[in-house]
T-cell receptor, first 114, second 116 residues
Framework: AQSVTQPDIHITVSEGASLELRCNYS??????LFWYVQSPGQGLQLLLK??????LVQGIKGFEAEFKRSQSSFNLRKPSVHWSDAAEYFC????????????FGKGTKLTVNP | DAGVIQSPRHEVTEMGQEVTLRCKPI?????LFWYRQTMMRGLELLIY????????DSGMPEDRFSAKMPNASFSTLKIQPSEPRDSAVYFC??????????????FGPGTRLLVL
């Protein structure tokens, strides 16, 4: 069965510092991988997605993620964090096998210190 | 585009009452998803529809939950009777799979449900 693990429940960084959020997945085939962001009181917004091709994917708001098949990882990065990046970030995998399901990780809450 | 619209945004009800959550997907999208988000369980898919037909309802917790999609522009999620453990944020999302499974799911703002 598909599963997604986000090992870090909460991360705090200083504004201007670099950021890396970890995501590991378990999947039986070539995965479709997504990163979503949820600001407080809001729905989820897609940051970026990977489904084939170049393993380094660029997204909105200056985010990027790298797919590493050998490590079953899809980590999200940003070189310089802004205060407005404070939010919760969700990694997701899917769909597969004719199902349209996305399986989400539990999320990583990002706090940005001034 | 107005995006996915959900109503109400907040709902407070008493245990045993019927609760109806509503969703209007993005026009032209043929998939609609209902999710539930809690601190304990994270984001869970409850049910999804394709062209108004329920495809997978394996995530629906129990018979107290039901979902309908009478037409392409409207869906409801109903809880009857409601219980305190149903308190959560319920999201609706829609997508168009014309481009394949990598297409994006667009989420609504959610309905925050509190059952007292």
């Amino acid at each position: 069965a598909q599963s997604v693990t986000q090992p870090d429940i909460h991360i705090t960084v200083s504004e201007g510092a670099s950021l890396e959020l970890r995501c590991n997945y378990s999947y039986g085939a070539t995965p479709y991988l997504f990163w979503y962001v949820q600001s407080p009181g809001q729905g989820l917004q897609l940051l970026l997605k990977y489904f084939s091709g170049d393993t380094l994917v660029q997204g909105i708001k200056g985010f990027e993620a790298e797919f590493k098949r050998s490590q079953s990882s899809f980590n999200l990065r940003k070189p310089s964090v802004h205060w407005s990046d404070a939010a919760e970030y969700f990694c997701a995998v899917g769909p597969q096998g004719g199902s349209e399901k996305l399986v989400f990780g539990k999320g990583t809450k990002l706090t940005v210190n001034p | 585009d107005a995006g996915v619209i959900q109503s109400p945004r907040h709902e407070v009800t008493e245990m045993g009452q019927e609760v109806t959550l509503r969703c209007k997907p993005i026009s032209g999208h043929d998939y609609l998803f209902w999710y539930r988000q809690t601190m304990m369980r994270g984001l869970e898919l409850l049910i999804y529809f394709n062209n108004n037909v329920p495809i997978d309802d394996s995530g629906m917790p129990e018979d107290r939950f039901s979902a309908k999609m009478p037409n392409a522009s409207f869906s409801t999620l109903k809880i009857q009777p409601s219980e305190p453990r149903d308190s959560a944020v319920y999201f609706c999302a829609s997508s168009s799979r014309t481009g394949g499974p990598q297409e994006t799911q667009y989420f609504g703002p959610g309905t925050r449900l509190l059952v007292l």
